[in-house]
């Protein structure tokens, strides 16, 4: 379960905390997706620079749920790992779409994951910080492909194509 707020990076506001919470919930099944990979093996692409290699591992990530680019990985990343804890992961990301920026730090352990807002950018900003967070609640929904119901399936297409 993501936890929906750390405080850590940005200056805590309801604002801030309903945006942690908007990402939150449109990361679900990325984070899962991500999970699939061995901690052993981001510590090994951290500690070795390897960062094209997370780069690959979150775009393999997202194409299921969102459109490319949308969400991307921001080429930085921490762990901690120590004799005496379970380790940890970090990841940078960047989300753009619809002139909303939005960078934030996901943390991967074993007590499950949590978001760190660093900065949301807008190009156009709204009036108010409320609607700042409508549209960045609209951006992620534009920025998530359809879901493909039954009828969806090739069968049914070929089928439509006769």
Not at 35 to 64: M, Q
Not at 81 to 95: C, G, I, R
Request: glycine content about 4%; some cysteine; charged content about 20%.
């Amino acid at each position: 379960m993501l936890t929906p707020w750390s405080g850590t990076q940005m200056k805590r506001t309801q604002y801030s905390a309903t945006r942690v919470e908007i990402i939150s919930s449109q990361m679900t099944e990325v984070i899962r997706d991500i999970r699939l990979v061995e901690v052993a093996d981001y510590i090994a692409f951290i500690r070795c620079e390897l960062f094209g290699n997370i780069a690959d591992i979150v775009n393999s990530a997202t194409e299921l749920t969102f459109y490319p680019d949308t969400l991307t990985f921001g080429l930085g990343g921490e762990y901690k790992l120590d004799w005496n804890t379970s380790p940890k992961v970090m990841l940078d990301l960047e989300f753009k779409n619809m002139g909303v920026n939005a960078y934030f730090r996901l943390t991967l352990s074993s007590e499950g994951e949590e978001i760190d807002l660093h900065h949301v950018r807008f190009a156009v900003a709204g009036q108010t910080p409320a609607h700042n967070t409508a549209l960045l609640a609209e951006a992620f929904e534009n920025a998530r492909l359809p879901k493909l119901t039954s009828a969806d399936t090739p069968a049914t297409f070929k089928q439509n194509l006769l």
